[in-house]
């Protein structure tokens, strides 16, 4: 994979290169006037990443549009939490202020950031990403991206966002040692084939979840662990998951009540 700046870096930029090159093996180069189409002829496996000043974009193809961090639907939902509005998510995993959450699937940190800002200054999220090219631009997205709401910033810059599988991070935490558990694994079939998804899904973690770390996450959790899913997956009577509609038409999330697990 090749990483570089657009046209013009400052050092700063050239500085963050450098050690995502490090970080992800990649080859820094010196961008000069080369298309995107140039730099992924270049490149040994059609990966490029070109770090802007605004944001750092993969890009896999040249005629589809690069993936970047945004918060994107998870604004709207925040902006609905900070008008006193509720969120399916927070109400079914019964989220309140100051509560420890593990999110093991992490991609975009969209759930990441509502949870963030529901459980407050007080809470923790973790955030756990097994893809390392992911885990880059959603951690330089989340501490750098302005939204224009100082409160949602702040949101964003308290995840803990690290660059692991859930299986094995699970597997040793111990027994009721978080709140929530969640889970939001690729669905098996793809609700939309948008291309900027179809990006994410050549880079993203396709591993179905198994049994043994639903178990794990009902070990630790002390209050639900919540899986969302395609609405009509076999996923929640496989792992055990009591089925709950969200507003969406499309989705749902499945909930175990530890206490009555
Ligand atoms: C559907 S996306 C999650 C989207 C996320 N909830 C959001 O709001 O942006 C699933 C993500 O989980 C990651 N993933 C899948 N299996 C994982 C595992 N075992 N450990 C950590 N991350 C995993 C995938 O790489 C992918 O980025």
Do not use: W
Not at 51 to 76: C, I
Not at 159 to 180: F, G, Q
């Amino acid at each position: 994979m090749i990483i570089t700046t657009a046209p013009r870096p400052s050092e700063r930029i050239n500085e963050q290169v450098r050690k995502l090159a490090a970080e992800l093996s990649a080859k820094a180069i010196p961008r000069r006037n080369a298309s995107i189409q140039k730099l992924l002829d270049m490149s040994d496996d059609n990966r490029v990443i070109i770090a802007t000043e605004k944001e750092v974009r993969f890009y896999d193809n040249a005629n589809e549009p690069p993936l970047y961090f945004h918060p994107s639907m998870a604004y709207v939902r925040v902006k609905r939490l900070r008008r006193g509005e509720t969120d399916p998510l927070i109400e079914l995993s019964g989220c309140s202020i100051g509560d420890h959450i593990i999110d093991c699937t992490a991609g975009m940190a969209a759930d990441s950031l509502v949870f963030s800002y529901a459980v407050g200054e007080q809470g923790r999220v973790e955030a756990l990403e097994s893809e390392p090219i992911l885990c880059a631009l959603v951690r330089e997205g989340l501490a750098s991206y302005e939204s224009g709401l100082p409160d949602v910033d702040a949101a964003m810059k308290r995840i803990h966002l690290s660059c692991k599988n859930h299986a094995h991070y699970l597997a040793n935490l111990p027994n009721k040692s978080a709140d929530i558990v969640y889970f939001d694994p690729m669905f098996r079939q793809p609700i939309m084939e948008s291309s900027a998804i179809s990006a994410f899904r050549t880079i993203a973690n396709m591993d179905a979840l198994s049994a043994e770390v639903v178990e794990h996450a009902v070990r630790v959790a002390r209050k639900t662990v919540v899986i969302k899913e395609n609405q009509r997956s076999g996923e929640f009577e496989r792992l055990g998951f009591k089925r709950t509609h969200a507003n969406t038409s499309k989705i749902a999330y499945g909930v175990i009540h530890v206490g009555s697990a």
